[in-house]
């Protein structure tokens, strides 16, 4: 079966670009999608589709996916950005979840 | 606004069965999957499966094929998961999220429904 593989945590300092990084074989080739979850609430999604903001999410997250690497970058981190980070693809008909990220802002 | 909201909380013992809810408001509820993830408390998301509102078509994670159903009753737009032969290792809050298709991930979540197996 198809593996996420996170770094267990990150830590930024405020002010400054996180960038949390996803690893699969080949998941440049795929559709790469990254969720935000604070503690005691359900994720949101924050990154669809690689590179792909929602409606209401700010434009200090980004996403890029190349060769076996996806990377979620927070530009500017803030407080409020401290949570567990997922990414997530869809492989042989089953949605398949990073680990997860825990991302501490200094 | 668009939400799902979820029943509430469950206590079952091991072995026992449990059904949990998601009702759709804000949009046509037969337009979009639904998923199930489920979340042990301190760990991470793990995907049960989906189920298309419209066909009644489901697909599940290998770990939980023979011991979960997906159903949903489309005259109140409601999506439900029954996860049977419970155990410990099933303590968990489940959530059901929107799918947009491969493409688009889970735009929409439920609050979550805590579910403990306990004797």
């Known amino acids: 079966s198809y593996e996420l593989t996170q770094p267990l945590s990150v830590s930024v300092a405020l002010g400054q670009t996180a960038r949390i990084t996803c690893g699969g074989n080949?998941?440049?080739?795929?559709?790469v999608h990254w969720y935000q979850q604070k503690p005691g609430q359900a994720p949101v999604l924050v990154i669809y589709?690689?590179?792909n903001r929602p409606s209401g999410i700010p434009e200090r997250f980004s996403g890029s996916n190349s060769g076996n690497t996806a990377t979620l970058t927070i530009s500017r981190a803030q407080a409020g950005d401290e949570a567990d980070y997922y990414c997530?693809?869809?492989?042989?008909?089953?949605?398949?979840f990073g680990g997860g990220t825990k991302l501490t802002v200094l | 606004q668009v939400q799902l909201v979820q029943s509430g909380a469950e206590v079952k013992k091991p072995g026992a069965s449990v059904k949990v809810s998601c009702k759709a408001s804000g949009y046509t509820f037969t337009s979009y999957d639904i998923n199930w993830v489920r979340q042990a408390t301190g760990q991470g998301l793990e995907w049960m499966g989906w189920m298309n509102p419209n066909s009644g078509n489901t697909g599940y994670a290998q770990k939980f094929q023979g011991r979960v159903t997906m159903t949903r009753n489309t005259s109140i737009s409601t999506a439900y998961m029954e996860l049977s032969s419970l155990r410990s290792e099933d303590t968990a809050v489940y959530y059901c999220?929107?799918?947009?298709?491969?493409?688009?991930?889970?735009?929409?979540w439920g609050q979550g429904t805590t579910v403990t197996v306990s004797s």
């Open positions: 999220a929107r799918g947009g298709g491969t493409h688009r991930g889970m735009d929409v």
């Open positions: 589709r690689d590179s």
């Open positions: 080949n998941i440049g080739s795929k559709n």
């Open positions: 997530q693809v869809w492989d042989s008909s089953n949605w398949v």
